[in-house]
């Protein structure tokens, strides 16, 4: 379906959840009902050619923006989508669409101001294929209502086929649901009902970030949280929606980088977005129904647990074995805990892409972003008191809760000269939801009465997070070295184990006085938003 606006109304938006899986696992789950359907109904079969253009330096993807001219039999329709270089659950996501006579790019009939600001200035015959796709679509309606009630009409498209970039081949397969009127949260909906016919995932990258990766042989890297954008007058409720939505869209994000594992900072990104969200249900806490509270913190431990040990291993081959090799290029036992240690990343990352693929996980997504498209916290048992804090503005809670936050670490950071290991852990983990709930407020005060105490407390989580690692590293290698079957191969590791814990047992009575000052400064420095 072409969609076109007329000049200088803004582009429609495109909304759509996919999934992936075994081509053989698609076909029977595209033969089901709802997708299937009882009625005979028989879905419209089409063959696609999409060629994707970009200039040289790829400037268009560097924007945000997928630029494609689709042969759909006799027809050729150009397309621009803004926002496409983001990797989410949902895709949501302008364009703008035109018929134009052949495969020639013909960027200057693009009416759209804001996506016509967003290409730029473009020369003539700048524009040069970059990757194809070719499918072979089905596509069905659903019209009806969804588990609540609500009129959905959802545009369901089996893809099958390949993407192809500089004689490479990737094969694709991809149920894709695409809302065409009803709330968004029908389509978690519709995806989880789904899941009782067959297990998927969800796939959180376009078509168009698989063509340029295959296209430029870059692999998915990690990415940081995008910036929230949180103002003093909003009401509590859409803070909290907010928010939320931000951590979910941040480790989703990451989803592939930490499959792929060729980016030590996917895995971590992963787990940072994860370690928000939890933090945040703990500002959000006393405002949600307890039933709802547990079961979100307990699907995202379990999903955090099953990311640890990659990223313990990452961080113990790069920040910590690393430097002693550095000191010590020759020897041979440290060789041996390379080696070691590489293949326990290895088991590690296999076990994480098996619990990235359960429907357990799966089912946690959906769950979670119908929640949050829905605001199903209201109406799920709140008390009276619960649902006039959510309407209150922000602003009142926020100097509350920050209060909060930093009077726990002041609490567990008293003494700090003569805390022992498990107490600064404790703290450590104070710091982290201190910081995580900082960032959350970004906005609501100037950033120059913020600047030095959040310098502060950043120094004080990396003191603290080098004795966390130190500490993990001595659980690593104990479980590395007892689970070593006897011989030479074990006195080696049992060797190299005790070098890294001598050196880091001497590094932390060295870095002692710089924590402990990195303490003093930050008890010294006054908070912000009681100004």
Aim: proline share 6%; aromatic share 6%; net charge neutral.
């Amino acid at each position: 379906m072409v969609s076109e606006t007329k000049p200088g109304s803004p582009a429609p938006v495109e909304t759509e959840l996919k999934l992936r899986g075994d081509p053989e696992v698609l076909l029977r789950l595209w033969q089901a009902p709802p997708l299937g359907g009882p009625d005979g109904t028989k879905p419209k079969v089409k063959d696609l050619e999409n060629v994707y253009y970009d200039t040289a330096d790829l400037r268009l993807r560097k924007r945000g923006l997928a630029f494609r001219i689709r042969r759909d039999g006799a027809r050729f329709i150009q397309t621009v989508k803004t926002g496409d270089s983001a990797a989410s659950a949902v895709l949501s996501r302008s364009e703008w669409e035109g018929e134009v006579p052949s495969l020639e790019p013909q960027p200057e009939i693009v009416d759209d101001p804001a996506i016509r600001a967003a290409l730029g200035l473009l020369l003539p015959g700048e524009l040069r294929p970059v990757f194809t796709t070719r499918v072979h679509r089905e596509v069905v309606e659903l019209n009806g209502t969804d588990s609540l009630g609500r009129m959905k009409v959802i545009e369901a498209a089996f893809d099958r086929g390949e993407i192809e970039a500089a004689g490479a081949r990737e094969t694709l397969a991809e149920i894709e649901l695409e809302l065409v009127e009803g709330p968004a949260g029908a389509l978690f909906d519709l995806a989880l009902a789904l899941q009782d016919i067959a297990p998927t995932q969800i796939e959180t990258r376009s078509k168009s970030a698989r063509g340029y990766a295959l296209a430029t042989g870059r692999r998915p890297a990690g990415v940081r949280a995008e910036p929230l954008d949180l103002t003093a007058t909003m009401r509590v409720d859409e803070a909290l929606a907010a928010v939320l939505e931000n951590c979910l869209r941040h480790w989703s994000a990451n989803e592939a980088a930490a499959l792929d594992g060729s980016d030590p900072e996917g895995v971590h990104q992963m787990r940072v977005g994860l370690r928000r969200f939890r933090s945040a249900l703990s500002v959000f806490g006393e405002l949600l129904p307890e039933s709802q509270l547990d079961w979100l913190k307990t699907e995202a431990k379990w999903t955090l647990n099953a990311l640890g040990p990659a990223r313990d291993w990452d961080v113990f081959q790069s920040d910590l074995l690393a430097p002693l090799e550095a000191d010590r290029p020759e020897d041979p036992d440290l060789a041996a805990l390379r080696t070691a240690a590489r293949e326990r990343q290895s088991r590690a990352y296999q076990e994480l892409r098996e619990a990235l693929s359960t429907p357990r996980y799966t089912r946690f997504l959906l769950r979670l972003g119908g929640w949050l498209e829905d605001r199903a916290w209201h109406g799920a048992g709140l008390t009276a008191a619960q649902e006039a804090a959510l309407g209150q503005p922000f602003i009142t809670l926020a100097d509350t809760l920050l209060a909060k936050r930093h009077r726990q670490v002041m609490k567990r950071g008293k003494g700090f000269k003569s805390l022992p290991t498990a107490a600064r852990h404790e703290l450590r983990i104070a710091v982290k939801k201190l910081r995580y709930t900082t960032e959350f407020f970004r906005g609501l005060y100037p950033a120059k009465r913020e600047k030095a105490y959040l310098a502060a407390l950043r120094d004080l989580q990396e003191s603290l997070g080098h004795l966390n690692d130190v500490a993990v590293t001595e659980h690593l290698l104990v479980d590395l070295t007892e689970a070593s079957p006897p011989g030479s191969g074990a006195r080696q590791l049992e060797r190299a184990v005790g070098k890294v814990i001598g050196w880091y047992a001497r590094a932390l009575l060295d870095f002692e006085p710089e924590m402990r000052d990195t303490w003093k400064s930050f008890a010294a420095t006054a908070p912000y938003w009681n100004k």
